[in-house]
Nanobody, 128 residues
Framework: QVQLVESGGGLVQAGGSLRLSCAAS????????MGWFRQAPGKERKFVGS????????YYADSVKGRFTTSRDNAKNTVYLQMNSLKPEDTAVYYCAASGPLPPTVVGGTLEVEYHYWGQGTQVTVSS
């Protein structure tokens, strides 16, 4: 069982930055690819980005490419989502999720069903 806890959300002005963290409870976190999803009010949850368990491979949705970066520190069982140049349309609840165990260079998929464990979410609000 993998338990995930997100933190780092909050209120920021457009153009600002936030860094989300996702802490995992299990020591074998390193064998899981990790993904980030977000859900805006009244909308379905959507893929944001993912990272392989080595951290060497990443993949992003077109809407955040060039602005968001995901990374991980397996020694700390933590994955991060650095969000820059934030826009009001980035406002959502952000979730981290774990998929695996997977081969070391495989990134997490873009579909929710590919992920086995989910965090509780953290709210990000971008004001205009």
């Amino acid at each position: 069982q993998v338990q995930l806890v997100e933190s780092g959300g909050g209120l920021v002005q457009a153009g600002g930055s936030l860094r989300l963290s996702c802490a995992a409870s299990r020591r074998t976190f390193g064998s899981y690819a990790m993904g980030w999803f977000r859900q805006a009010p009244g909308k379905e949850r959507k893929f944001v980005g993912s990272i392989s368990w080595t951290g060497g491979s990443t993949y992003y949705a077109d809407s955040v490419k060039g602005r968001f970066t995901t990374s991980r520190d397996n020694a700390k069982n933590t994955v991060y989502l650095q969000m820059n140049s934030l826009k009001p349309e980035d406002t959502a609840v952000y979730y981290c999720a774990a998929s695996g165990p997977l081969p070391p260079t495989v990134v997490g998929g873009t579909l929710e069903v590919e992920y086995h464990y989910w965090g509780q979410g953290t709210q990000v609000t971008v004001s205009s």
